[in-house]
Nanobody, 116 residues
């Protein structure tokens, strides 16, 4: 049974930082591309960042230079370090695992709220 469990979401002030974690089980984690997505109220889910099995990374323009995605294959965990947070970063953040056949799995999400 595949499980992706996100954690680390919180209420933070503008300019603050958070680190999200996504712990995976039931998959050969090192072989998967891992991604972070987010969905704000009333908006579509959007891609934030991805990291491949070879650790190549991609970032949406809106987070480039502020967010960093990383992975620890020994811990089956992917991280998203978010700095210089803005109110528009407020969303539910989801973790996604994608294999080479494009089979994918989603976590249930963690809420990030950026507000003073």
């Amino acid at each position: 049974q595949v499980q992706l469990v996100e954690s680390g979401g919180a209420l933070v002030q503008p300019g603050g930082s958070l680190r999200l974690s996504c712990a995976a089980s039931g998959i050969i984690f090192s072989m998967y591309t891992m991604g972070w997505y987010r969905q704000a109220p009333g908006k579509q889910r959007e891609l934030v960042a991805t990291i491949t099995s070879s650790r190549s990374t991609y970032y949406a323009d809106s987070v480039k230079g502020r967010f960093t995605i990383s992975r620890d294959n020994a811990e089956n965990t992917v991280y998203l370090l978010m700095n210089s947070l803005k109110p528009e970063d407020t969303a539910v953040y989801y973790c996604k695992a994608i294999d080479v056949s494009a089979t994918s799995y989603w976590g249930r999400g963690t809420q990030v709220t950026v507000s003073s």
